[in-house]
């Protein structure tokens, strides 16, 4: 876990002990320096962090005769002429330390959040248009009534708890640092009652719940939604989890979307492209029309405002694209084919070498 060393530093002076201190004495100092200074019990203090690097640095060349030796001989722990190597690696001291357990007050077991719950709520393109209240339907637990969580026959006489055998904390004989655990059948407590017998000590008893969720008008696929307080239900007094639901939009038969705005797509004749027209388009309400002005190009795009998705937390709405795409007419009879050469005659080249010269 340690691959720098800095043979400028004072290895004695930073772990505040004498030259000829003991190898019983630099384990003293260090566990102390490093319950102190360790990086879990002083979150985001740049500070502790760096003392503890140099507080394991030093316990790491003292505590090693050889390290040590070439330390007080030649200055520097991997001998006369050493290249240093550096970089520091937090991991493993998990094992080491056990600091994420925090011993409880005596008599007060160590509460635990209750697990949230995900689930994919599937709804329709209509729905997520309107915002619609859903009932959903979630298997959860809820807190014991009976023993109130705490997983005991109320009023029953306590004895020692068989798992930590009443000490309330597990023991786990790593290195010097001895490591203990919150006893996970008594809670840290060391003493317990006969389990209650209707949640069999667990002090949280399944559910059938209902959740009836509102989601709001304009919902985009892939939202997240959290319901506060309806995940699985805390354990020793620990607070529930959340729910969270995972929302996927339906794709609609009539218009894309994308973010707060549709598009859809619509033919027009040849001629309507020409000489303009009125076409009718479908909005997510009903429908509306639109003025195709004269000379529309396929595929150029004719926006109506306001008639999109609605945009969450606003009262405002996205907008409705509509593509046109001209349709060229497959002319069968001579009589349209004339036309048609006659206005080629009159107009298309024209047309045409403006549209090539564009850039
Ligand atoms: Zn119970
Ligand atoms: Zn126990």
Redesign the pocket.
Same mark, same amino acid.
């Given at each position: 876990m340690l691959i720098c060393f800095m043979p400028s530093a004072d290895y004695y002076k930073t772990l505040g002990i004498p030259k000829n201190a003991s190898e019983d004495d630099i384990k003293k100092a260090y566990r102390k320096m490093a319950r102190k200074y360790h990086p879990d019990l002083n979150p985001g203090n740049k500070e502790a962090e760096s003392k503890f690097k140099e507080i394991t640095e030093a316990h790491e060349v003292l505590s090693d005769q050889v390290k040590r030796r070439n330390y007080d001989t030649f200055g520097d722990p991997n001998g006369p002429g050493a290249q240093s190597q550096c970089g520091f690696d937090f991991s493993g001291f998990g094992d080491f330390f056990n600091f994420d357990q925090r011993p409880s007050r005596k008599g007060h077991p160590t509460p635990k959040r209750g697990e949230d719950i995900q689930r994919t709520v599937h709804i329709s393109f209509r729905d997520a248009f309107q915002g619609v209240k859903l009932p959903i339907q979630v298997h959860r637990t809820e807190t014991c009534k009976i023993c109130q969580g705490i997983g005991e026959t109320p009023g029953a006489e306590k004895q020692n &708890?068989p798992? @930590?055998n /009443?000490? =309330?904390y597990l023991h786990n004989g790593l290195s010097f640092f001895k490591s203990r655990q919150v &006893?996970p059948? @008594?809670g /840290?407590? =060391?003493r317990?009652a006969p389990p209650c017998s209707e949640c069999q000590g667990r002090g949280r008893n399944p559910i059938h719940d209902t959740v009836t969720i509102a989601i709001p008008a304009g919902i985009e696929d892939n939202a997240k939604l959290r319901v506060a307080s309806k995940g699985e239900a805390g354990q020793r007094g620990g607070g529930p989890g959340d729910l969270f639901l995972f929302i996927r939009v339906d794709k609609d038969a009539v218009f894309e979307r994308k973010g707060s705005n549709l598009y859809i797509k619509r033919p027009i004749s040849f001629s309507e492209a020409a000489l303009g027209a009125k076409l009718e388009v479908p909005t997510p309400e009903s429908q509306t029309t639109i003025r195709i002005p004269p000379g529309t190009q396929s595929s150029s795009k004719l926006r109506i405002k306001n008639q999109g998705m609605p945009i969450p937390k606003s009262n405002q709405r996205g907008d409705l694209f509509v593509e046109i795409q001209v349709v060229t007419p497959n002319i069968q009879d001579e009589r349209s084919k004339e036309l048609l050469r006659e206005l080629a005659e009159i107009n298309d080249h024209d047309l045409i070498s403006n549209e090539r010269r564009k850039p």
């Amino acid at each position: 876990m340690l691959i720098c060393f800095m043979p400028s530093a004072d290895y004695y002076k930073t772990l505040g002990i004498p030259k000829n201190a003991s190898e019983d004495d630099i384990k003293k100092a260090y566990r102390k320096m490093a319950r102190k200074y360790h990086p879990d019990l002083n979150p985001g203090n740049k500070e502790a962090e760096s003392k503890f690097k140099e507080i394991t640095e030093a316990h790491e060349v003292l505590s090693d005769q050889v390290k040590r030796r070439n330390y007080d001989t030649f200055g520097d722990p991997n001998g006369p002429g050493a290249q240093s190597q550096c970089g520091f690696d937090f991991s493993g001291f998990g094992d080491f330390f056990n600091f994420d357990q925090r011993p409880s007050r005596k008599g007060h077991p160590t509460p635990k959040r209750g697990e949230d719950i995900q689930r994919t709520v599937h709804i329709s393109f209509r729905d997520a248009f309107q915002g619609v209240k859903l009932p959903i339907q979630v298997h959860r637990t809820e807190t014991c009534k009976i023993c109130q969580g705490i997983g005991e026959t109320p009023g029953a006489e306590k004895q020692n &708890c068989p798992t @930590c055998n /009443g000490t =309330g904390y597990l023991h786990n004989g790593l290195s010097f640092f001895k490591s203990r655990q919150v &006893c996970p059948n @008594c809670g /840290g407590i =060391g003493r317990k009652a006969p389990p209650c017998s209707e949640c069999q000590g667990r002090g949280r008893n399944p559910i059938h719940d209902t959740v009836t969720i509102a989601i709001p008008a304009g919902i985009e696929d892939n939202a997240k939604l959290r319901v506060a307080s309806k995940g699985e239900a805390g354990q020793r007094g620990g607070g529930p989890g959340d729910l969270f639901l995972f929302i996927r939009v339906d794709k609609d038969a009539v218009f894309e979307r994308k973010g707060s705005n549709l598009y859809i797509k619509r033919p027009i004749s040849f001629s309507e492209a020409a000489l303009g027209a009125k076409l009718e388009v479908p909005t997510p309400e009903s429908q509306t029309t639109i003025r195709i002005p004269p000379g529309t190009q396929s595929s150029s795009k004719l926006r109506i405002k306001n008639q999109g998705m609605p945009i969450p937390k606003s009262n405002q709405r996205g907008d409705l694209f509509v593509e046109i795409q001209v349709v060229t007419p497959n002319i069968q009879d001579e009589r349209s084919k004339e036309l048609l050469r006659e206005l080629a005659e009159i107009n298309d080249h024209d047309l045409i070498s403006n549209e090539r010269r564009k850039p």
